[in-house]
C-alpha cells in the first residue's frame, strides 16, 4: 500500500526489558494457555522477545463462573511453585468482564495490574457493552479505583465519540500490541493507529493467548516515525506498573 512506504517495521530490539501488563498466561483457567508445559513455553517465548516482565491477567467474567479472586491467587502460587525459577518476573492481576456478574466482583476485591493496587483491567464484548457497562465503570472510579479499558480498538461497537468520552472520564486506554500487525482485522488495525497518534492510549499489551502467530503478526507491524514514538511512550508507561 502506498502508504506503507513511510512506515517501518519494529526495530530488532524495540521490546527489549518491556513489561507485559495483558496476557492469558496462567495455565488451564480459561481460552489462554492450556497446561503448565504450554505456559513455560510461553514465557520462554516472551523472553526471546525482550520482555523482563509479564502480568498474568485471567479472565473474570460469567463464562469462567469458577474463575474468583481466591481460587486463581492458589492457582497462580501453584504454578509458581511448580515452575521454580522463572526467565520473566512475574505478576498476577486479572481481566474483568464488564457482564451481569461484574458488581458482584467488589466483594472479594480486584487483582489490580498496579503497586498501589487501584488500576482494574476491564473489557466489554466485542460486538456491544453490557447495557449497564456504564453505571459499572462510573462505580470502580467511585470506590478508588482506577478503570483500564482493555483493547478499546476491538470493540465494533465503539465510535471516536466513545473513545472521547471515556478519556473526558479519566479512564485509561490498553492497546492490544498485535492489533498494529492486524491480527483483529484492518478496522482494528485502523483505530488502533489512530487512537495511538491521538495519544489516546495509555498502556500497552499483548493479551497472548497462544504463541502461535505472534512473530508473524509482530513482523507485520509498519508504523510512522510517530505511531512508532507513541509506541515507546506506552512501553515505558508499562514500566511503572
Ligand atoms: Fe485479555
Not at 479505583?145 to 478499546?152: K, N, R, S, Y
Not at 479519566?170 to 489512530?194: C, F, H, M, V
Amino acid at each position: 500500500m502506498f502508504f506503507d512506504l513511510f512506515r517501518s517495521s519494529l526495530p530488532k530490539n524495540f521490546l527489549e526489558g518491556a513489561c507485559d501488563m495483558h496476557s492469558h498466561l496462567l495455565p488451564g483457567v480459561d481460552d489462554g494457555f492450556p497446561d503448565f508445559e504450554k505456559t513455560m513455553e510461553g514465557l520462554s517465548f516472551m523472553k526471546k522477545l525482550g520482555y523482563r516482565k509479564a502480568k498474568m491477567t485471567p479472565h473474570f467474567m460469567k463464562d469462567y463462573r469458577e474463575n474468583v479472586r481466591e481460587t486463581i491467587e492458589a492457582k497462580y502460587q501453584e504454578f509458581l511453585a511448580k515452575a521454580g525459577p522463572l526467565p520473566l518476573e512475574l505478576s498476577l492481576a486479572g481481566e474483568y468482564m464488564l457482564d451481569s456478574q461484574f458488581l458482584d466482583r467488589f466483594e472479594e476485591g480486584f487483582l489490580t495490574l498496579d503497586r498501589e493496587q487501584t488500576m482494574v483491567l476491564c473489557e466489554t464484548s466485542y460486538m456491544m457493552a453490557e447495557p449497564n457497562a456504564k453505571e459499572m465503570l462510573y462505580q470502580i472510579m467511585l470506590k478508588g479505583l482506577q478503570p483500564v479499558i482493555a483493547h478499546p480498538e476491538r470493540y465494533n461497537y465503539a465510535s471516536m465519540a466513545l473513545y472521547k468520552r471515556w478519556k473526558e472520564r479519566d479512564y485509561l486506554l490498553q492497546l492490544n500490541l498485535l492489533s498494529l500487525g492486524g491480527a483483529y482485522g484492518d478496522t482494528a488495525k485502523a483505530k488502533a493507529r489512530k487512537l495511538l497518534v491521538e495519544k489516546m492510549y495509555n498502556y500497552v499489551g499483548t493479551d497472548l493467548h497462544r504463541v502461535a502467530n505472534v512473530e508473524r503478526w509482530i513482523e507485520a507491524i509498519k508504523l510512522t516515525t510517530k505511531e512508532r514514538d507513541q509506541l515507546e511512550v506506552l512501553l515505558e508507561n508499562n514500566k511503572t506498573l
